[in-house]
């Protein structure tokens, strides 16, 4: 009976227990609901703010026409005639204008003694005179010798110059008048290499001497043509000097 009694007494107390834990329950739903209903209506109130519109206003009414007086048309009036000259009036001037060809046009350039065409107002430059390989040069000076194509070669002797002129020469009178001395000469060369001319240009023999030199070179020297820049046969010149000795 003691087991029992105790028993009894333990599922006492759990029901007990429960029907507490159910009382619990049912009690926080019921504050928990309250205190949410009470929060949203506080949000209500706070939130929702009742806000007075004004009434529109009355619309005026429109303003009546204006009147308009009643106006009269002027009376017609024609415009007066105008006599308007076919012909239009010429106008009078106190100076007489010229025809284009009679009127002189003054030059606006001027030609310079060389040729070259410069303005009335420039100033002409130094005359030149233009040579025939195009250059030009102050007019009065000569022009420059054109270069040879090729180059121009002098007279030469043919034969020796020592046989030109031999003791033998000598003639007694001189010997005994003891004529010696040098001669210096100048000869002409034509084209055929012959000796055209003969001039003494100095020298200490006597006068005799200087003569016979040059009818003895005249008839014994003998030249190779001077050539050109084209390379023909042409005039030349040969200077030298001979000695005059008393052979002993």
């Not at 002098?154 to 010696?180: C, H, L, V």
């Not at 070179?217 to 010149?237: H, K, L, V, W």
């Not at 200077?239 to 008393?246: L, Y």
Request: proline share 12%; net charge negative; hydrophobic share 30%.
């Amino acid at each position: 009976m003691a087991y029992a009694d105790q028993e009894m007494s333990g599922n006492k107390i759990i029901a007990i227990i429960i029907v507490a834990l159910i009382h619990i329950g049912i009690g926080y739903v019921l504050i928990t609901g309250l205190a949410y209903s009470a929060v949203q209506s506080v949000v209500e109130r706070v939130t929702t703010v009742d806000i007075d519109e004004p009434p529109p206003p009355e619309e005026e009414p429109p303003p009546p026409p204006e009147e308009v007086p009643e106006t009269v048309p002027p009376p017609f009036v024609p415009p007066p005639q105008i006599n308007v000259r076919q012909d239009a009036p010429t106008q009078r001037s106190d100076t007489q204008i010229r025809d284009n060809t009679e009127v002189q046009r003054q030059p606006t350039t001027k030609q310079c003694p060389d040729g070259s065409t410069v303005a009335v107002t420039a100033q002409c430059g130094p005359a030149v005179t233009r040579c025939p390989d195009g250059t030009t040069v102050r007019q009065g000076t000569a022009c420059p010798e054109p270069k040879p194509r090729i180059q121009p070669k002098p007279a030469t002797p043919k034969n020796n110059p020592g046989g030109w002129i031999t003791n033998s020469d000598y003639r007694s009178s001189w010997i005994r008048r003891d004529y010696a001395g040098t001669v210096s000469f100048n000869l002409s060369v034509g084209s055929d290499g012959r000796v055209s001319g003969c001039s003494v240009t100095g020298g200490s023999a006597p006068q005799d001497l200087k003569d016979a030199s040059c009818s003895l070179i005249q008839r014994r020297a003998r030249f190779n043509a001077a050539t050109d820049g084209e390379g023909r046969a042409t005039t030349g010149s040969y200077s030298n000097t001979v000695r005059w000795q008393i052979p002993e």
